[in-house]
T-cell receptor, first 112, second 114 residues
Framework: GDSVTQMEGPVTLSEEAFLTINCTYT??????LFWYVQYPGEGLQLLLK?????DKGSNKGFEATYRKETTSFHLEKGSVQVSDSAVYFC???????????FGTGTRLKVLA | DTAVSQTPKYLVTQMGNDKSIKCEQN?????MYWYKQDSKKFLKIMFS???????INETVPNRFSPKSPDKAHLNLHINSLELGDSAVYFC?????????????FGPGTRLTVL
């Protein structure tokens, strides 16, 4: 079945450092891909999405490109802030089963 | 003007009790979901309803029973609570259409079974 694999955390960075969180997927069809963010004590909220190959999703300085050839959707940000500290989830939506498949989450901690 | 709301936010109860969690969305979505998040933040889908019809029913104990009285509400009833049911339960809603299938999550209900 479909699956999402993302890098294990926690990831600890200094403020203004470059961030990459790797995400790869397996899917039989052509899923939409998402990054969600969960701040402490809150529910998940959409950070960005891409619906087809070569699409780039971007929001709040974060970017991710849908790479069909490498089945990847890596999250990047050029300069992280303390306020970016959260858990980040990569996900795909399977149009055939209506399911979202979430990765295991990567905790990011940004130090001032 | 909360989009997806859940009640209660915290629920502490004894083993063997029966409890319910309620979810409401005011986004006009046709699909609602229940997820369980464990202590390691792993998120697992439990159920999904589309227009009041059950479309996803994952392998969860039959002590868990969802009920959708209308498109805007999806409640979760849990019988005979066990220690392993302790987790954070999230409700979410979306459309099923590919272009608008972003899921919107509620704030979560932290269930603690003693």
């Amino acid at each position: 079945g479909d699956s999402v694999t993302q890098m294990e955390g926690p990831v600890t960075l200094s403020e203004e450092a470059f961030l990459t969180i790797n995400c790869t997927y397996t899917a039989t069809g052509y899923p939409s891909l998402f990054w969600y963010v969960q701040y402490p004590g809150e529910g998940l909220q959409l950070l960005l999405k891409a619906t087809k190959a070569d699409d780039k999703g971007s929001n709040k300085g974060f970017e991710a490109t849908y790479r069909k050839e490498t089945t990847s959707f890596h999250l990047e940000k050029g300069s992280v802030q303390v306020s970016d500290s959260a858990v980040y989830f990569c996900a795909l939506s399977d149009q055939g089963t209506y399911k979202y498949i979430f990765g295991t989450g990567t905790r990011l901690k940004v130090l001032a | 003007d909360t989009a997806v709301s859940q009640t209660p936010k915290y629920l502490v109860t004894q083993m063997g009790n029966d409890k319910s969690i309620k979810c409401e969305q005011n986004l006009g979505h046709d699909t609602m979901y229940w997820y369980k998040q464990d202590s390691k933040k792993f998120l697992k889908i439990m159920f999904s309803y589309n227009n009041k019809e059950l479309i996803i029913n994952e392998t969860v104990p039959n002590r868990f029973s969802p009920k959708s009285p209308d498109k805007a509400h999806l409640n979760l009833h849990i019988n005979s609570l066990e220690l392993g049911d302790s987790a954070v339960y999230f409700c979410a809603s979306s459309h099923l259409d590919r272009e608008t299938d972003t899921q919107y999550f509620g704030p979560g209900t932290r269930l603690t079974v003693l």
